[in-house]
């Protein structure tokens, strides 16, 4: 598997600071932050620090620390947003856009975490 990640993408440069950000967490391996164009009263994006492209290159070679702190970062905002089910919150979808049928615009793995209102159903019915 070879995966190539370009160092200028958004993410990167929130990450060296260069641009901001509305910080929602920061752990020793993930940021969270508001997303810019929210689809949702809650839109929050959750990255790792480590430089990986999407969700399978993470799950391929990020480090088990990692991986765990990235988990345990999603669970975090979610109950800091006040959307975690298991603490009286109402719901949230995650969206992990991957390549190009996903429609991935930012090459930086990220998960949306999205609430605060009723979401649609997924997807609309193929061929419907
Ligand atoms: P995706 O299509 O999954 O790659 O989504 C990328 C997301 O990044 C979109 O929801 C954008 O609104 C969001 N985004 C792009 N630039 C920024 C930024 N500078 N700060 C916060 N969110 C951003």
Redesign the pocket.
């Known amino acids: 598997m070879t995966y190539s990640y370009d160092p200028g993408n958004?993410f990167a440069r929130?990450l060296r600071g260069e641009?901001p950000?509305r910080t929602v967490l920061e752990t020793d391996h993930s940021l969270a932050?508001?997303?810019?164009?929210p689809?949702a009263p809650c839109h929050v994006?959750v990255i790792p620090k480590g430089a990986y492209v999407n969700a399978d290159h993470f799950a391929a070679e990020a480090s088990a620390e990692e991986i765990v702190d990235f988990t345990r970062a999603i669970g975090a905002v979610c109950r800091a947003l006040g959307v975690a089910p298991g603490e009286g919150g109402d719901g949230y979808r995650l969206?992990a856009?991957s390549g190009r049928d996903a429609?991935?615009?930012?090459p930086h793995y990220?998960v949306?975490i999205l609430g605060g209102r009723p979401l649609s159903r997924m997807l609309p019915p193929m061929g419907g």
Not at 33 to 37: E, L, P, Q, T
Not at 103 to 106: K, S, W
Request: charged share 10%.
């Open positions: 958004v929130i641009i950000s932050f508001h997303d810019i164009a689809q994006l969206i856009n429609v991935q615009e930012v990220h949306h």
